[in-house]
């Protein structure tokens, strides 16, 4: 069964407004991470937070992990019609090399 | 899609052919991996190789097969075994020496379908 479970499945929003997406685990990890996907095409990384770090910022995106909750949220401000894609979250546990186990992913549609 | 590259983007099989999907990399990493991807889904593991002349099985192995014979080449077969292999396929690769920071990257896929 998948590791990661993300909230919500499907977000639609305006252009410059925030989107918000959750993810929660269920084991202890190494590192959670953020990939995105736009239709038909690979993934993207876009962030890994580790697993002592409880906040990190990449231009727009801010990502927050709660390791008590075992969750984690992507916040991406000012939104704009290419940050139209699936967003998934994944999670590296133990000593996997790297192994990473994703969740099922929330798409994301931001309307101009 | 950074140095990775899948072939064919799109393939079609007939039911009780195998197929082979290639996957190539040019970023010298140690570890590849493969995907699965259905429709509306998350990706699933379905072998992985930390090294070259070795590998493991994934989440959903069943049906498929890999071989790592060169650093650079990781292919899929999709065996006739497999009863629903229609999906997306997504190969990805690693530099595999730190767990704590690796971060994959990944092809542009193979979409195969069964006829």
């Known amino acids: 069964s998948q590791q990661g479970e993300e909230d919500p499945q499907a977000l639609s929003i305006q252009e410059g407004e925030n989107a918000t997406m959750n993810c929660s685990y269920k084991?202890?990890?190494?590192?959670l991470q953020w990939y995105r996907q736009n239709s038909g095409r690979g993934l993207v990384h876009l962030i890994l937070?580790?697993?002592?770090?409880r906040e990190k910022h990449s231009g727009r995106l801010r990502v927050t992990l709660d390791t008590s909750k075992k969750s984690s949220s992507l916040l991406i401000t000012a939104s704009r019609a290419a940050d139209t894609a699936s967003y998934f979250c994944?999670?590296?546990?133990?000593?996997?090399?790297?192994?990473?186990?994703f969740g099922q992913g929330t798409i994301l549609t931001v309307h101009p | 899609d950074g140095g990775i590259t899948q072939s064919p983007k799109y393939l079609f099989r007939k039911e009780g052919q195998n197929v082979t999907l290639s996957c190539e990399q040019n970023l010298n990493h140690d570890a590849m991996y493969w995907y699965r991807q259905d429709p509306g889904q998350g990706l699933r593991l379905i072998y992985y190789s930390q090294i070259v002349n070795d590998f493991q099985k994934g989440d959903i192995a069943e049906g498929y097969s890999v071989s790592r014979e060169k650093k650079e080449s990781f292919p899929l077969t999709v065996t006739s075994a497999q009863k629903n292999p229609t999906a997306f396929y997504l190969c990805?690769?690693?530099?595999?020496?730190?767990?704590?920071?690796?971060?994959?990257?990944f092809g542009p896929g193979t979409r195969l379908t069964v006829l």
């Open positions: 937070i580790r697993s002592n770090e």
């Open positions: 994944a999670t590296a546990g133990g000593t996997s090399y790297g192994k990473l186990t």
């Open positions: 084991t202890s990890i190494n590192n």
């Open positions: 990805a690769s690693t530099t595999s020496r730190n767990p704590s920071t690796d971060t994959q990257y």
